[in-house]
Nanobody, 127 residues
Framework: QVPLVESGGGSVQTGGSLTLSCVTS????????LGWFRQIQGKEREGVAT?????????YYADSVKGRFTISRDSAKNTLALQMNSLKPEDTAMYYC???????????????????YGQGTQVTVSS
């Protein structure tokens, strides 16, 4: 089984919304730090949002998405979601789900190192 599989990407206009979903399986189900990253072609991958599954209230967001994006974990369904509202053209990127194991929730943040990533799902926002 592929440990992280994303879906939900697509094309929307500025101001629109999308919800990305990531199914976790195998060892990724037991990871205590899950996150969403994005990458624009030719640029470095950047952290978007993270959640510490041991305490789901512990979330971190990149400044560029605060107030617009919401990360959530459904442990019963083994899924990770990213609700994206008020989308902007600069949100256009390939979005990746990622997992890691961290000793403390403070270490589970958008600047942390993650072990593995999914194959990605494309989000395109047009003006």
């Amino acid at each position: 089984q592929v440990p992280l599989v994303e879906s939900g990407g697509g094309s929307v206009q500025t101001g629109g919304s999308l919800t990305l979903s990531c199914v976790t399986s195998g060892y990724a189900r037991r990871s205590n730090c899950l996150g969403w990253f994005r990458q624009i072609q030719g640029k470095e991958r950047e952290g978007v949002a993270t959640v510490f599954t041991g305490d789901p209230s512990r979330t971190y967001y990149a400044d560029s998405v605060k107030g617009r994006f919401t990360i959530s974990r459904d442990s019963a369904k083994n899924t990770l979601a990213l609700q994206m509202n008020s989308l902007k053209p600069e949100d256009t990127a390939m979005y990746y789900c990622a997992e890691a194991q961290k000793e403390r929730y403070l270490a589970c943040n958008v600047g942390a190192t993650f072990r593995s990533y999914g194959q990605g799902t494309q989000v395109t926002v047009s003006s």
